[in-house]
């Protein structure tokens, strides 16, 4: 028997910096919770009990539900990985969960990503980070896709890219505003900067567009339903770019859902759902033209 979260700390050394990082901070939370209930963590009290336990003390914490789900996955990654090795392990753990919430996120229209594209009175470094956002939005890449396309990357009428997150093969045909970026840049689209720098020019840029309406969403933080409203630019990163393809070619209604998803690699049509935004009005707009309704 063993302390909660020393061997599997040890054996995730090889593995990323995000994914240290990740049950490092888990560890923390830990001993924090150790600390506080005046207890030792070992692999065999990990259980149902525990588990409940551990949700009021990061319910306490005022920690959103979002990250509180992802901390309880680890949690159980840990213990599964801890009976791996042959430790006492309470199984009750497992059966302890949380509703996922779902993260609140927006996504441009087309008349949106015009007004974008069109948009005049940027630097040349704003319009260069604008094309790239707007090949984003074109496209349904991941940043860190479309971040990196290069002449190779772009045929007569498609690019073709090998993603960096899954090792697949995509070929996206090539929409008109993106085949004049490519034109524009010769090929090499990308202004060679971070995630982080690119995510605060492109705030900026739908700023000065007008995208200010107010949107207002909602969250669970310490177990409490919170309601906020911010402007929604302030809502725009480089993941509104995919999300924004994705949610557009749905919304033709002219191409299939299967077709879409071997765009964006969802390989379910339960997660591709979760993945675009389609609001009720939306809904309704897409169905309002059927003959049921003329009658």
Request: with cysteine.
């Amino acid at each position: 028997m063993i302390l909660f979260g020393q061997t599997v700390i040890k054996k995730s050394k090889r593995r990323g910096v995000s994914y240290v990082k990740g049950y490092k901070t888990l560890v923390n939370h830990l001993k924090a919770f150790s600390k506080e209930y005046e207890a030792d963590i070992y692999t065999n009290s990990v259980g149902e009990d525990f588990m409940d336990d551990f949700i009021l003390y990061l319910q306490d914490k005022d920690l959103r539900q979002t990250y509180i789900i992802t901390l309880l996955s680890l949690v159980k990654a840990m213990a599964a990985k801890a009976a791996k090795y042959g430790y006492a392990v309470d199984s009750s753990y497992d059966d302890v969960t949380v509703d996922p919430e779902e993260i609140f996120t927006v996504y441009l229209s087309m008349n949106e990503i015009t007004r974008i594209y069109y948009f005049k009175g940027l630097t040349k470094k704003q319009e260069r980070i604008r094309d790239l956002f707007v090949v984003g939005c074109l496209t349904a890449l991941r940043y860190s896709d479309y971040s990196t396309l290069t002449k190779e990357n772009f045929t007569k009428d498609y690019i073709v890219k090998i993603t960096k997150k899954t090792g697949k093969k995509v070929t996206i045909p090539l929409h008109n505003y993106v085949r004049e970026i490519y034109t524009k840049y010769d090929g090499e689209v990308s202004p060679g900067i971070s995630l982080q720098h690119f995510n605060r020019y492109i705030k900026k840029i739908c700023q000065r567009v007008g995208f200010t309406e107010e949107i207002v969403y909602h969250y669970t933080k310490g177990g409490k339903l919170v309601t906020e409203s911010k402007q929604k630019w302030q809502l725009v990163s480089s993941h509104t770019g995919r999300r924004s393809a994705a949610t557009n070619l749905y919304q033709t209604g002219r191409i299939k859902t299967y077709e879409i998803m071997a765009l964006t690699g969802h390989t379910t049509e339960k997660s591709f759902f979760r993945y675009i935004r389609t609001s009720d009005e939306d809904k309704a707009r897409q169905i309002a033209g059927d003959n049921f309704f003329r009658h």
